[in-house]
Structure formats: C-alpha cells, structure tokens
C-alpha cells in the first residue's frame, strides 16, 4: 500500500478515518444543546483503549464549532479553579478588573503585575499583606460563568481521565453550586470507574455521583468488519477473520488495522501478530494489569486458566473461593470482566490469557 496514509492511529483521542460511531457522544451533544433537556453532566467509564477519549473528543470539537458555545477543556492533574478562570479572562467581554483582583490576590508581595485580558494589556500595581485573600475563586469564576451566559454563552468544562485530587474535588463542588443556581454551565468527564467512584464519599458531590454515566463496551462487531474492508481494500471474508481477532477491542481494532495497513504484500494476517501482541501488552495490558489489586489479580488468572470460565471451574483454582463474589463485582465494575451469562466469567481482550501467562507473575 505503499504511497498511502495509513488511515488507523494509537494516538488516544484520535480516531481518523477510522472512527466507529457508537451514538454517546451525539447523546450527550444533543442533551446539552437542548434546551428541553435537564442533563449538565456527563460521565464516560470503561476500560483503558476502550475509546472514552475519542468521545470525549468528539464533544469538546463540535461543540467548539458551535456558536453560543465556551468550551474549556482541562488537564485532570492540574489546578483546575485558577486555571479556568484564567481561560476565561481571555474572553474580550469579561471585565479586566476581574481578571486582576483574581490574580493579584495570588500573589503575596508589592510589586508590578502584568496580566492579559482578552486582547487588552493591563499592568497594576498593588501592596498585599502575605495571606490576604481580597476574593474568592468560587465567586470570581461564578461572576464570570454570569458574565458568558448573558452573553448568550454556555460554558462547557471538560476533563479527560478524571481522577480524585484536591483541585478536583474543589472545581467538582464549584460547578455543582453553579448548577444548582440554575447557570447552564456544563460538564463532561472520561475515567475508570474506580476512579470516578473515588468522588462518591465527598457529600457535597452527591450531583456528580448521581449524573448519567455512559459505559462505552466493545465496538460493533459488523462496523469493524465494515472499516476494514472499506480501509484496507479487502474482501468480506478477509476481512471478518481481521474482526475476529480484535475482539471488537477499541484500541486492538485500531492496532491491527494499523499492522494490517502497513504489512508486506507478502505477509498473511498470521504474520503480523507478534507485532500485535507486542503493542497490545506494551500499550495496554500492561496498565490494565497494574492496576489490579492481588486479589483481582488472582481471579483474573484463575478465569484465563479455567478456559471454560465456568464458576464452578474457576473457583477450584482459587486460594480463597469464598472471595469470588467480591472480586468478581469488582472486575466487571472495572469493564475487564464480562459476566452478563449466568455463572460464566468471560475477558474479551484479544491475547490477554497469553499476557497473564508471560506476564501475570511479575
């Protein structure tokens, strides 16, 4: 295929040409900009490669393009409450006054201040005591928030990866005050289950814990086999055995349409499996098995020896059967266990009991 772009891509977030509709991102694009519509927040859970990202993407892109819209996305690791009163200090129709009470009560020393405030230059000088606090954060950013929507904007906040901090859990307290006083202030987050359900324990968060979470699964197993013939120039049937082996794994469909992509004229869909299994380990199972505790762990090794993922099967291997339930809630929680068949156990990650065998030891 020599000369061409390879249509496939491992960037997180990116899709391309390759990008598979599964309708969460038009559902939550739709909510928001409908004005019949009581839904401020969004949650987006499922497993690492799965494709919560590109959702993520998809909203924060078109609603950008969308007019009437300030979308801000932030870094999950960041200090997300200056950071976004700073993003919309640059906007021309907030006060610079605003903006300049905000960021001089940061500071603890006399001195010359210089700040940028939408395409004005504003310098102040101000004396402030060390720890005296002339403003809020809370009340600067509503102010702000106030000033968008009479403007006839509303605000959308977004955070990829969303994981329990400090910062976090202050800008989580901030937007559900704002929600509650009725501003159309908006959020949409991605993360791991375990990590969003981290926020569950703060009271004042109960907004958040009780917002519609959207659990994105395994692609369509039809689409894929759709993509690849369209993007590989296969037939069905070639095409249908690449399906096969992705498992309709977000990130392994792209991984092997990548290999598939690029591989020698000469070389059969056999051959490109080492490489595939070498990224999937490396890029994927690798964070996904971190990420257990012993006892998941444990449980996770038992159903990949036990082949038949029968309970019963996967029980006789345990050390402690009578912990089954508990980590067996927990992995399906965490998206890495399928348990929708009664008294069967399935993981549906293409080469993942290789990957316990090589590696679950380490």
């Known amino acids: 295929m020599g000369g061409k772009i390879d ?3 491992r960037t997180p977030g990116i899709a391309g040409k390759a990008y598979i509709d599964n309708g969460i991102a038009d559902e939550i694009i739709e909510n928001f900009c ?17 494709g919560k990202s590109v959702e993520y993407s998809k909203i924060i892109r078109t609603l950008k393009e969308k ?11 960041g200090d997300a409450v200056p950071t976004l009163i700073s993003k919309l200090s640059m906007e021309k129709f907030i006060d610079s006054t605003v903006a300049t009470t905000s960021i001089s ?13 939408g395409s004005e230059t504003v310098n102040v000088s101000k004396t402030l005591k060390p720890n005296e606090q002339l403003y809020s954060e809370e009340a600067t950013l509503t102010s702000m928030i106030n000033s968008a929507n009479k403007k006839k904007y509303k605000v959308l906040i977004g955070i990829d990866d969303i994981a329990k901090t400090p910062e976090m859990v202050k800008l989580l ?50 689409d894929i086999t759709f993509m690849y013939e ?34 020698k004229a000469s070389d059969t869909l056999e051959d490109i499996i080492p490489d595939f299994e070498r990224i999937m380990y490396k890029d ?3 964070l996904i098995w971190k990420s257990l505790t012993p006892g998941e762990k444990e449980l996770v090794t038992c159903i990949c020896k036990s082949k038949s993922g029968k309970a019963e099967d996967i029980k006789k291997l345990m050390s402690n059967p009578g912990s089954y339930s508990v980590f067996r809630d927990r992995l399906i929680n965490k998206h890495l266990v399928d348990g929708d068949t009664r008294g069967y156990l399935k993981i549906q990650l293409p080469s993942f009991d290789k990957f316990v065998e090589l590696w679950g030891e380490d």
């Not at 409908?34 to 799965?50: C, H, M, N, P, Q």
């Not at 009560?105 to 405030?117: Q, Y």
């Not at 202030?185 to 968060?205: A, H, P, R, W």
């Open 105 to 117: 009560s940061n500071t603890s020393v006399g001195g010359n201040i210089h700040i940028v405030s």
């Open 230 to 263: 369209k993007l590989l120039g296969v037939d069905a049937k070639e095409a249908r055995k690449i399906e096969s082996l992705s498992k309709d794994y977000a990130y392994a469909y792209q991984v092997l349409g990548s290999l598939y992509f690029s591989k």
């Open 173 to 222: 307290s901030i937007v559900g005050s704002m929600i509650l006083e009725g501003l159309p202030v908006y959020l949409v987050v991605t993360g791991l289950s375990e990590n969003i359900e981290d926020f569950s324990n703060e009271k004042n968060l109960s907004f958040f814990k009780r917002a519609d979470t959207k659990e994105i699964r395994g692609l369509n197993r039809y």
């Open 67 to 77: 007019t009437g819209w300030l979308v801000y996305p932030l870094s999950a690791s």
């Open 284 to 286: 994927s199972y690798d």
């Open 34 to 50: 409908s004005d019949e519509s009581a839904k401020y927040v969004y949650k987006i859970t499922g497993l690492r490669g799965s």
């Open 7 to 9: 249509p496939f891509t």
